[in-house]
């Protein structure tokens, strides 16, 4: 029997690290930036170290260990479990959810709760720092149920309070909750372990838990591939670019013909050095020490090295022999990818961290019902920017770096970005854009858009011939305004309006029936503009399509020089 994966879940600061810290007796947790977690980590724990932690518990519930380790897998948020992913499952064994016993349930743990249900994850429920209620009574490195007979009946019945409110929210959720010891049966029932990780309270109970749930669900797996997930991509002094990877299912070995997803699509690569990670070491950037290997069996976290530095994070690289088990593998994971990145015509804009990110935001987005268009895993490129100003005006990023270029062409094409690390927070975060737009009203519509225009040269009216061209028109429909780029009736580009001008006094507008002098930067009289010539605002394809929601409301003007505007753009 393999290894069980066990990831965790659970709201930031909720206590994920620090039960990880217990069981391995270390302090990584204050290690880590302000105590939260900030890259995925993971640890093997060997057979060993369980028996030394909970050898007693297992003898009193009779569970025999039959998996030579457990693997954890830690991380900020929700990033490694969705990345944690095969053909659109999880290839976590068993979740542990974590919830703080003086939070109760919060944004970050519904989240995971609608995570786990898409996934149809087994978890445990660690609730955490139990420590803090009033009228605890020291003790350390005991389980659970030897702890809680030494308290007082004042803590036990506030304990037993707050276990109870948090039955009652998980029912909410459609799920059946209760204090481990009490569940009369374990697949009906979700298990909640308290404890305390800073006295290691009750890490015994969630150990012996992890092992028997496990082992009852692994006894039912079967090992079809030869496969590794990809966690996280590392330079590495000496090595270059490295992978963060799980062994979850058969053997993969250096040498061996891989099929591994990348930004251009499924292609062949090769596997070029394995290195093991040891067990009780801890495999985030400055931790963790590696023995190289020429092969490996699932279930084991290792260092992986590709001739070509090019998969993607949240996919999984798969051995194969022959041509046929090849094309069946590449078969395969188009199948599962059919649905992403095909659809701009409608719905959100995503740009994620990995597909795992991009499969929770969908689903998570349905609950909301909002619809998801186009997705792409990496930073938003200006075609995503442009779709997004098509769809809505909105653009979700999660997890993914947003560089000053893409906010300024983002301003550019009015277009919100919407950035967080929290789903949750994302959506929240777009409800509220959404009731901004519905509540706008029209003029503060029109001030995002740029608006239609078509004016005439004054014949006789040139006041500069270039650097920049200075002349009189007539607004014949819309409106002009400062910084509007200025087309002919060819739709070739003249130039840009710096000013407007009437009597002496700079305007920032013009409307149809104003006389005014404006002047145009790149225009040059008598080569691209003269007396008599007709113009009009340069609006693009994406500004264009925004006008549907207010065409209604516009005045018969703008909408007939919208019209030719279309026609010269060809839109």
């Known amino acids: 029997m393999r290894s069980p994966i066990c990831a965790f879940l659970g709201h930031v600061d909720a206590g994920k690290t620090s039960i990880m810290d217990a069981i391995r007796d270390t302090m990584n947790a204050y290690k880590e930036s302000g105590g939260l977690t900030q890259n995925i980590g993971s640890t093997e724990v ?66 995971s709760i609608e995570i786990l249900k898409s996934y149809k994850t087994p978890f445990l429920i660690a609730l955490t720092k139990i420590d803090t209620i009033r009228g605890f009574y020291k003790q350390e490195n005991k389980s659970f149920l030897e702890f ?13 309070e707050k276990i109870y409110n948090l039955i009652a929210d998980f029912s909410i959720y459609g799920f059946q909750a209760e204090r481990y010891d009490r569940v009369k049966e374990f697949t009906k029932e979700i298990s909640i372990i308290p404890l305390s990780s800073i006295n290691s309270i009750g890490i015994k109970d969630l150990i012996v838990m992890i092992i028997g749930l496990s082992q009852r669900y692994l006894e039912l797996d079967k090992q079809t591939s030869n496969s590794a997930a990809i966690l996280e991509e590392k330079n590495v002094k000496g090595l270059g670019k490295v992978y963060d990877a799980i062994v979850y299912s058969g053997k993969i070995s250096v040498g061996d013909k891989v099929i591994v997803q990348t930004q251009n699509g499924t292609i ?34 290792i260092r992986l090295i590709l001739r070509e530095p090019n998969a993607m994070i949240g996919t999984s690289i ?9 094309n069946k593998i590449i078969e395969e994971i188009n199948a599962e990818n059919v649905g992403y990145n095909n659809d701009e015509s409608k719905g959100l804009v995503v740009c994620a961290d990995s597909i795992g990110s991009i499969d929770a935001i969908r689903n998570i987005a349905k609950s909301f019902g ?36 893409t906010e300024s062409m983002a301003e ?47 014949k006789g009216n040139i006041f500069r011939r270039s ?105």
């Open 467 to 571: 650097s920049p061209c200075v002349f009189g028109v007539e607004v014949l429909g819309g409106e002009i305004r400062q910084n509007y780029p200025i087309i002919n009736v060819k739709g070739e580009r003249v130039g840009r309006i710096l000013d407007i001008e009437s009597d002496k006094t700079k305007l920032n507008r013009a409307i149809i029936g104003d006389k005014v002098a404006i002047s145009i930067d790149d225009a040059v009289y008598g080569r691209n503009i003269i007396d008599g010539d007709i113009l009009y605002t340069d609006i693009s394809m994406p500004d264009v399509m925004k006008f549907d929601d207010v065409a209604e409301e516009l005045t018969s003007d703008y909408r007939e020089v919208l019209s030719e505007i279309r026609k010269i753009k060809g839109i």
């Open 318 to 326: 798969t051995a194969f022999v022959s041509d046929e088990e090849k």
């Open 412 to 458: 550019e094409y009015s277009v919100k970005i919407i950035s967080a690390n929290s789903i949750y927070t994302l959506f929240d975060s777009y409800n509220e854009f959404e009731k901004e737009l519905k509540n706008m009203n029209l003029e503060k519509k029109l001030e995002r858009l740029k608006l239609p225009s078509k004016f005439v040269f004054i």
């Open 370 to 405: 909002i619809e998801i268009g186009k997705t792409k895993i990496g930073e938003p490129s200006k075609m995503d920017i442009t779709t997004a100003s098509i769809n809505g005006g909105a653009l979700i990023c999660f997890n993914v770096p947003i560089s000053r270029q």
């Open 268 to 301: 062949e690569n090769k596997i070029k050095g394995i290195m093991r990670l040891i067990p009780m070491e801890e495999s985030r950037e400055n931790f963790g020490k590696y023995d190289s290997l020429s092969s490996i069996e699932a279930t084991a976290p």
């Open 148 to 160: 809680i007979s030494k308290q007082n009946q004042d803590y036990i019945q506030k304990l037993d």
């Open 46 to 111: 060997p057979t060993d170290r369980i028996k030394e932690i909970a050898s007693d518990l297992l003898s009193k519930f009779n569970i025999n260990i039959k998996v030579p380790s457990i693997l954890f897998i830690d991380s900020p948020g929700h990033e490694a479990f969705v990345t944690l992913r095969k053909r659109g499952a999880s290839i976590a064994d068993i979740v542990i959810l974590t919830v703080d016993i003086t939070e109760g349930i919060q944004n970050q743990t519904i989240e």
